[in-house]
T-cell receptor
Framework: AQKVTQAQTEISVVEKEDVTLDCVYETRDTTYYLFWYKQPPSGELVFLIRRNSFDEQNEISGRYSWNFQKSTSSFNFTITASQVVDSAVYFCALSEALGGSNYKLTFGKGTLLTVNP | DARVTQTPRDKVTEMGQEVTMRCQPILGHNTVFWYRQTMMQGLELLAYFRNRAPLDDSGMPKDRFSAEMPDATLATLKIQPSEPRDSAVYFC??????????????FGPGTRLTVL
Protein backbone atom coordinates (compact mmCIF):
# COMPACT_ATOMS: atom_id res chain seq x y z
CA ALA A 1 0.00 0.00 0.00
CA GLN A 2 1.06 3.55 -0.59
CA LYS A 3 2.45 5.37 2.38
CA VAL A 4 3.80 8.85 2.98
CA THR A 5 5.67 9.59 6.18
CA GLN A 6 6.37 13.07 7.42
CA ALA A 7 8.22 12.29 10.62
CA GLN A 8 8.40 15.89 11.78
CA THR A 9 5.08 16.78 13.35
CA GLU A 10 6.10 20.32 14.28
CA ILE A 11 9.10 22.51 13.58
CA SER A 12 9.77 25.93 15.03
CA VAL A 13 12.45 28.24 13.66
CA VAL A 14 13.43 31.87 13.89
CA GLU A 15 13.03 34.08 10.88
CA LYS A 16 15.86 33.88 8.32
CA GLU A 17 16.84 30.37 9.36
CA ASP A 18 16.85 27.64 6.72
CA VAL A 19 14.51 24.71 7.38
CA THR A 20 14.09 21.31 5.74
CA LEU A 21 10.86 19.34 5.83
CA ASP A 22 11.29 15.61 5.36
CA CYS A 23 9.09 13.30 3.32
CA VAL A 24 9.64 9.57 2.89
CA TYR A 25 7.33 7.44 0.76
CA GLU A 26 6.55 3.83 -0.06
CA THR A 27 5.03 2.69 -3.33
CA ARG A 28 4.80 -0.35 -5.59
CA ASP A 29 4.14 1.75 -8.67
CA THR A 30 7.04 2.09 -11.09
CA THR A 31 5.78 5.44 -12.26
CA TYR A 32 4.51 7.85 -9.70
CA TYR A 33 4.28 11.51 -8.84
CA LEU A 34 5.11 13.40 -5.68
CA PHE A 35 3.61 16.68 -4.55
CA TRP A 36 3.99 19.29 -1.84
CA TYR A 37 1.10 21.40 -0.65
CA LYS A 38 1.00 24.29 1.82
CA GLN A 39 -1.92 24.89 4.16
CA PRO A 40 -1.67 28.35 5.75
CA PRO A 41 -3.81 29.31 8.75
CA SER A 42 -6.58 30.38 6.37
CA GLY A 43 -7.10 26.66 5.69
CA GLU A 44 -6.91 26.38 1.91
CA LEU A 45 -4.39 23.93 0.46
CA VAL A 46 -2.02 25.54 -1.99
CA PHE A 47 -0.14 23.50 -4.59
CA LEU A 48 3.63 24.02 -4.50
CA ILE A 49 5.27 21.43 -6.72
CA ARG A 50 4.79 18.19 -8.68
CA ARG A 51 7.64 15.85 -9.50
CA ASN A 52 7.49 12.60 -11.50
CA SER A 53 9.54 9.57 -10.61
CA PHE A 54 11.67 9.78 -13.74
CA ASP A 55 12.93 13.25 -12.99
CA GLU A 56 15.42 13.28 -10.15
CA GLN A 57 16.74 16.74 -10.79
CA ASN A 58 16.47 19.03 -7.85
CA GLU A 59 14.30 22.05 -8.30
CA ILE A 60 14.57 25.57 -6.97
CA SER A 61 11.88 28.21 -6.97
CA GLY A 62 12.90 31.36 -5.19
CA ARG A 63 13.49 30.47 -1.53
CA TYR A 64 12.01 27.00 -2.02
CA SER A 65 13.96 23.96 -3.15
CA TRP A 66 13.18 20.28 -3.39
CA ASN A 67 15.52 17.31 -3.18
CA PHE A 68 14.20 14.10 -4.74
CA GLN A 69 16.25 10.99 -3.90
CA LYS A 70 14.73 7.90 -5.46
CA SER A 71 17.35 5.66 -3.85
CA THR A 72 16.12 6.61 -0.39
CA SER A 73 12.47 7.22 -1.39
CA SER A 74 12.62 10.75 -0.12
CA PHE A 75 11.34 14.07 -1.41
CA ASN A 76 12.51 16.75 1.00
CA PHE A 77 11.56 20.40 0.93
CA THR A 78 13.86 23.22 2.03
CA ILE A 79 12.90 26.80 2.71
CA THR A 80 15.87 29.16 2.68
CA ALA A 81 15.83 32.32 4.79
CA SER A 82 12.43 31.51 6.26
CA GLN A 83 9.86 34.23 6.80
CA VAL A 84 6.89 34.53 9.12
CA VAL A 85 4.56 34.11 6.12
CA ASP A 86 5.99 30.63 5.63
CA SER A 87 4.23 29.51 8.81
CA ALA A 88 1.81 26.80 7.72
CA VAL A 89 1.21 23.08 7.63
CA TYR A 90 3.06 21.45 4.75
CA PHE A 91 1.84 18.21 3.21
CA CYS A 92 3.73 15.77 1.04
CA ALA A 93 1.59 13.57 -1.23
CA LEU A 94 2.13 10.54 -3.46
CA SER A 95 0.09 9.41 -6.45
CA GLU A 96 -1.38 5.92 -6.52
CA ALA A 97 -2.47 4.35 -9.78
CA LEU A 98 -6.06 3.12 -9.81
CA GLY A 99 -5.97 1.52 -13.22
CA GLY A 100 -6.29 3.03 -16.66
CA SER A 101 -5.16 6.61 -16.42
CA ASN A 102 -6.81 7.16 -13.06
CA TYR A 103 -5.02 7.90 -9.85
CA LYS A 104 -5.50 9.24 -6.36
CA LEU A 105 -3.24 11.03 -3.90
CA THR A 106 -2.12 9.73 -0.55
CA PHE A 107 -1.16 12.52 1.82
CA GLY A 108 1.26 12.52 4.71
CA LYS A 109 0.09 13.74 8.11
CA GLY A 110 1.72 17.12 7.55
CA THR A 111 4.41 19.16 9.27
CA LEU A 112 3.43 22.31 11.13
CA LEU A 113 6.09 24.93 10.53
CA THR A 114 6.15 27.98 12.77
CA VAL A 115 8.49 30.80 11.87
CA ASN A 116 8.98 33.22 14.72
CA PRO A 117 10.03 36.85 14.19
CA ASP B 1 -7.95 33.77 -11.47
CA ALA B 2 -9.71 30.41 -11.63
CA ARG B 3 -10.51 28.82 -8.27
CA VAL B 4 -12.51 25.96 -6.86
CA THR B 5 -15.44 27.30 -4.89
CA GLN B 6 -17.27 25.55 -2.06
CA THR B 7 -20.45 26.34 -0.20
CA PRO B 8 -21.20 26.69 2.60
CA ARG B 9 -17.92 27.67 4.23
CA ASP B 10 -19.21 26.80 7.67
CA LYS B 11 -22.09 24.60 8.71
CA VAL B 12 -23.32 23.81 12.20
CA THR B 13 -26.08 21.26 12.44
CA GLU B 14 -27.63 18.83 14.85
CA MET B 15 -27.17 15.11 14.81
CA GLY B 16 -29.57 13.41 12.46
CA GLN B 17 -29.94 16.33 10.07
CA GLU B 18 -29.09 16.15 6.39
CA VAL B 19 -26.08 18.12 5.22
CA THR B 20 -25.32 19.00 1.61
CA MET B 21 -22.00 20.50 0.58
CA ARG B 22 -21.46 21.94 -2.89
CA CYS B 23 -18.41 22.43 -5.04
CA GLN B 24 -17.83 24.22 -8.31
CA PRO B 25 -14.66 22.89 -9.95
CA ILE B 26 -12.39 25.01 -12.10
CA LEU B 27 -13.87 25.38 -15.57
CA GLY B 28 -12.34 22.80 -17.90
CA HIS B 29 -11.20 20.43 -15.18
CA ASN B 30 -12.52 16.92 -15.65
CA THR B 31 -11.58 15.34 -12.32
CA VAL B 32 -13.15 16.18 -8.96
CA PHE B 33 -12.12 14.88 -5.56
CA TRP B 34 -13.76 15.09 -2.14
CA TYR B 35 -11.50 14.93 0.92
CA ARG B 36 -12.14 15.03 4.64
CA GLN B 37 -9.61 16.51 7.02
CA THR B 38 -9.54 15.77 10.74
CA MET B 39 -6.82 16.09 13.35
CA MET B 40 -6.76 12.36 13.96
CA GLN B 41 -6.92 11.02 10.41
CA GLY B 42 -5.43 13.86 8.41
CA LEU B 43 -6.55 14.18 4.79
CA GLU B 44 -8.65 11.26 3.57
CA LEU B 45 -10.02 10.79 0.08
CA LEU B 46 -13.77 10.19 0.13
CA ALA B 47 -14.69 10.18 -3.56
CA TYR B 48 -13.25 10.77 -6.99
CA PHE B 49 -15.04 11.69 -10.22
CA ARG B 50 -13.68 11.76 -13.72
CA ASN B 51 -15.80 13.25 -16.48
CA ARG B 52 -18.65 13.25 -13.95
CA ALA B 53 -18.50 9.49 -13.45
CA PRO B 54 -17.68 8.20 -9.96
CA LEU B 55 -14.45 6.19 -10.08
CA ASP B 56 -13.50 5.59 -6.49
CA ASP B 57 -15.60 6.10 -3.40
CA SER B 58 -14.01 3.39 -1.31
CA GLY B 59 -13.10 5.93 1.38
CA MET B 60 -16.67 7.01 1.88
CA PRO B 61 -19.07 5.51 4.46
CA LYS B 62 -21.74 4.28 2.07
CA ASP B 63 -24.58 4.07 4.53
CA ARG B 64 -24.78 7.81 5.13
CA PHE B 65 -22.61 9.56 2.56
CA SER B 66 -23.33 10.11 -1.10
CA ALA B 67 -21.50 12.07 -3.78
CA GLU B 68 -22.80 13.16 -7.16
CA MET B 69 -21.97 15.39 -10.10
CA PRO B 70 -25.26 16.50 -11.63
CA ASP B 71 -23.32 18.49 -14.22
CA ALA B 72 -19.75 19.49 -15.02
CA THR B 73 -19.99 22.65 -12.92
CA LEU B 74 -21.37 21.15 -9.73
CA ALA B 75 -20.32 18.38 -7.37
CA THR B 76 -22.25 17.59 -4.21
CA LEU B 77 -21.47 15.64 -1.07
CA LYS B 78 -24.41 14.70 1.10
CA ILE B 79 -24.52 13.24 4.60
CA GLN B 80 -27.80 11.79 5.82
CA PRO B 81 -28.17 11.41 8.73
CA SER B 82 -25.23 13.35 10.10
CA GLU B 83 -23.40 12.27 13.24
CA PRO B 84 -21.00 14.10 15.56
CA ARG B 85 -18.09 12.02 14.24
CA ASP B 86 -18.67 13.59 10.82
CA SER B 87 -17.40 16.91 12.18
CA ALA B 88 -14.44 17.83 9.99
CA VAL B 89 -13.34 20.11 7.18
CA TYR B 90 -14.46 18.82 3.81
CA PHE B 91 -12.40 19.84 0.81
CA CYS B 92 -13.23 19.64 -2.84
CA UNK B 93 -10.39 19.60 -5.36
CA UNK B 94 -10.36 19.60 -9.15
CA UNK B 95 -7.75 18.77 -11.72
CA UNK B 96 -7.18 18.10 -15.37
CA UNK B 97 -6.94 14.37 -15.95
CA UNK B 98 -4.85 13.51 -18.97
CA UNK B 99 -3.93 9.98 -19.93
CA UNK B 100 -0.40 9.07 -18.88
CA UNK B 101 0.03 12.07 -16.64
CA UNK B 102 -0.80 12.90 -13.05
CA UNK B 103 -1.55 16.58 -12.68
CA UNK B 104 -1.83 18.67 -9.57
CA UNK B 105 -5.15 19.08 -7.81
CA UNK B 106 -6.46 22.51 -6.93
CA PHE B 107 -8.30 22.73 -3.66
CA GLY B 108 -11.27 24.78 -2.62
CA PRO B 109 -11.43 26.66 0.69
CA GLY B 110 -13.25 23.83 2.43
CA THR B 111 -16.49 23.47 4.35
CA ARG B 112 -16.09 23.31 8.12
CA LEU B 113 -18.83 21.01 9.38
CA THR B 114 -19.79 20.78 13.03
CA VAL B 115 -22.40 18.23 14.04
CA LEU B 116 -23.72 18.72 17.56
Amino acid sequence: AQKVTQAQTEISVVEKEDVTLDCVYETRDTTYYLFWYKQPPSGELVFLIRRNSFDEQNEISGRYSWNFQKSTSSFNFTITASQVVDSAVYFCALSEALGGSNYKLTFGKGTLLTVNP
Amino acid sequence: DARVTQTPRDKVTEMGQEVTMRCQPILGHNTVFWYRQTMMQGLELLAYFRNRAPLDDSGMPKDRFSAEMPDATLATLKIQPSEPRDSAVYFCASGLGISGRVNEQFFGPGTRLTVL
